[in-house]
């Protein structure tokens, strides 16, 4: 799909079996394709066929990256037609293994809550909040969602603002603060016939969508191509002609950044980075009936790995890892002024 193509105009059935289909070309990819097509079936209405995707990625033979979140995506689509024991047990399953993952605690944590789980949505945000928060001092990008979705649990609940809590308002972006998104009482304004009551609502409405789009939407990224150490090695180990593109490690890795770099200065949107590996690259060249070793080839990788949503955005945002693989967040790397190379 598209990014500029709107949700309400999509066939999902459609975009679900056209990525199923590029799954069975790229199988490296095959989790995140089928993970997205599965979300497609849900928009579809069709449920069971969602359920069926995520059993055939649980059950494949290929190690998943992210078992912990396919589960949750499971048991969240299972509750929404009727097994709700089902999706209870997979919920208290991957609770007891606590998951690093912030994304798989939030799915089963908003499942909780869109069923009136109030308490226990509470405590599945707080457990997630005590083991991924608790030894670091600037929240990553991803834990954000725990935080805002605990702070609207607990305002639903009534409960008095903690530390979290306090955190969350700090690190939420939105003209309306979440103590307003997150107003019980915003229900009743619904219905009132004060006209200046409505149109308070209207935007609040439309401040939440903003951060939801925000968040939510990836468009298709202007990407560059990184190769880790390891990757690189063997690159250059079987297409030498390639050493006039990628010098050295260090160069390699400042030259990204000063492409982005320059590229944002010059009001590019949506810039991402995109890791290569040589076997994916090999199956690419094929695929283009070409050599690795034609230059030329790296662009069109770069944009394919790009189109098969396996950018990461750039810069990172603040307390994520660098992009480079070296260990330390963004701003204490590349993100700083003189960034070191790794």
Known sequence: MRPDTSAEHVDHNAEAARL??????????AEH??????????????????????????????????????????????WEYGHEAEARAIIDGIRATSPRDPAPWVIVAEALESHDELEAAQETFTAAAQLLLSDTSEPPYATYPLLFGRH?????????????????????????????????????SLGSDNPAELQAEISRLRAELGTYREALSRPFPVAILHWPTAELAELMAAYPSLTAEYPSREEHLSTIEASLRELAASGTPNLGIVTGTVPSYEAFAASEASSPSDATLLPQYATTLAARGLAVAWPPQRGVECWCGSGDSYGECHGATQGKDV
């Not at 199923?20 to 990819?29: M, S």
């Not at 008095?160 to 229900?187: C, F, G, I, M």
């Open 33 to 78: 394709l089928l993970v997205q097509a599965a979300a497609h079936l849900e928009l579809a209405g069709d449920r069971p066929g969602a359920t069926a995707l995520y059993d055939r990625l649980l059950s494949s033979s290929t190690p998943l990256e992210h078992p912990h979140l396919v589960r949750a995506l499971k048991a969240s689509n299972l």
């Open 152 to 188: 609207r649990v607990r305002r639903m609940l009534g409960e008095a603002h903690d530390n979290w809590d306090t955190l969350a308002d700090t690190l939420h972006s939105s003209p309306v603060s979440l103590d307003e998104l997150h107003d019980p009482k915003r229900v009743w």
């Open 20 to 29: 199923e289909r590029t799954a069975g070309l790229y199988p490296e990819d």
